[in-house]
């Protein structure tokens, strides 16, 4: 369905775009607000859900639980509850990935509940905060599957905690689905471990197309995080896809996940006099670049990837982004996503960002394979997660490849009054 329109919207995006003349990013010499000041502090938003918390790391405080009687002790699928884990990081300075993923599956996993649950069981949701931290994400999936006993581990954002933790669930086999970490090593050569997005080679091919192609611009600076195996295998792909496509790197700089201070680095890309800097960081770095760049006097768009798709990238950046782009998993404004969009409003109060889609199918996608597996053990868990094929999920139809990813579209977005607007979208074909 999705697939199917993004050919007709990638057109009417292009002819919008050029009508607008949208090339031009934001340029106002300087963002409001101190120097990066939001840095490591970005607030974190209700959840709307009483159910949902947890500032206590993977203590006791750290779960949060849904749908009837604790029986975590039991384990599994024993009883008529069947237990799923979620490691996130609902603190921290990724927080919005865990909370509004958390979101997501609470959504879907009340409406699989109210439809009668999993063969007969109640589903019950496990959800331990792992702050963004890799060694915290490990500890999360380990007592997830060795004291909870769940039968499946959903989580996680980062690409990096996702490959900690899913180190976890191929020790112990127990399946795991990250909704949107798209980093390659993810999956690769895993038995355990799912993802339901896209990879990042093709997310960095369409950046480099939209760059190339809709915008016409050719001398690109990147400004990356060398902590992050998403950040620096993006910055990887898009600098093999833009040189390709006959596009130049004038200047390659790299910073340290946490940092608040990037004028040195920028510095050294306003000097190469790019067209556009492409930032493939998480969303609290991104807004507080877009404000230093803007105060360097540098004025040209800043481009990030999926990363920043948080309603705190706005918050943080203010002025200094808008007019910026990034890509994305889907757009709040799409036409297909509106029936999702209306659902988590109302529950949440909220526009969902791209997090609480994906989330929700991440959960969807486990219950119609526990409905299809031989048994919920581990391996015929895996086995039916495997051969999932075209499910229909609200962020687009989603099968499973043999690399256990899924093929589906980019779409880019630009920041416009502080929300982010479709404005191109980039088919799995045309990687
Ligand atoms: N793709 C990012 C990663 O792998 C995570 C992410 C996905 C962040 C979607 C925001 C939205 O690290």
Redesign the pocket.
């Known amino acids: 369905m999705q697939r199917s329109i993004f050919g007709a919207f990638g057109r009417i995006a292009l002819a919008l775009l050029l009508a607008a003349g949208l090339a031009a990013c934001n340029d106002s010499g300087g963002g409001p607000g101190g120097s990066g000041s939001a840095g490591g502090s970005a607030s974190t938003e209700s959840t709307g859900d009483g159910g949902s918390s947890g500032a206590g790391g993977s203590g006791d405080a750290g779960a949060a639980e849904s749908a009837g009687a604790a029986d975590a002790g039991s384990g599994g699928s024993a009883g008529d509850v069947i237990l799923i884990g979620h490691y996130a990081s609902m603190t921290g300075k990724e927080a919005t ?1 865990g909370q509004s993923t958390d979101n997501g599956i609470r959504l879907a996993l009340e409406e699989v509940n109210a439809a009668g649950g999993v063969n007969g069981k109640q589903l019950k949701l496990i959800t331990y905060d792992d702050k963004g931290e890799s060694k915290e994400a490990g500890s999360a999936v380990t007592r997830l599957i060795t004291s909870d006993k769940v039968v499946a581990v959903l989580g996680e ?4 905690l ?1 490959i900690a933790g899913g180190a976890v669930c191929e020790q112990y086999s127990v399946p795991m689905i990250s909704p ?4 390659p090593r993810v999956t690769a050569g895993k038995q355990m471990v799912f993802r339901v ?1 896209f990879i990042d080679p093709f997310q960095a091919a369409a950046i480099a197309k939209f760059t190339t192609e809709n915008l016409k611009l050719t001398k690109a600076a990147i400004l990356y995080d060398q902590t ?1 195996a ?1 950040s620096k295998g993006l910055r990887d792909d898009f600098t093999a896809s833009f040189t390709k496509m006959g596009g130049t790197i004038v200047a390659d700089q790299a910073y340290n996940g946490g940092d608040t201070d990037f004028s040195a680095q920028l510095t050294t890309i306003k000097a190469a006099n790019p067209e556009i800097i492409f930032v493939p960081g ?1 969303y609290t770095e991104g807004g507080n670049i877009a404000i230093q760049a803007r105060k360097l006097g540098i004025t040209v768009p800043l481009i990030g ?3 920043w ?2 309603s705190q990238l706005p918050a943080i950046g203010g002025e200094a982004i808008e007019g910026c782009y990034y890509s ?2 889907s757009a709040p404004d799409q036409p297909n996503m509106k029936e999702f969009v209306e659902k988590y409003r109302a529950k949440y109060g909220a526009t969902p ?3 609480g889609g ?1 989330g929700y199918d991440a959960l969807m996608v486990l219950v119609d394979a526990m409905k299809r597996a031989k048994s919920l053990g581990g391996k015929d868990l895996a086995a039916a997660i495997a051969a999932t094929k075209d499910f229909k999920g609200v962020t687009g139809t989603i099968t499973i490849d043999a690399d256990h990813n899924a093929q589906k579209g980019v779409v880019i977005v630009q920041i416009r009054n502080g929300s982010p607007v479709f404005v191109a979208a980039v088919d799995p074909s045309e990687g």
């Open positions: 990935f954002v980062a690409s990096s996702s949107s970490s798209t980093n997005c992050q998403y998480y990837g999926d990363g798709d948080s994305n998993h960002d791209a997090l994906l």
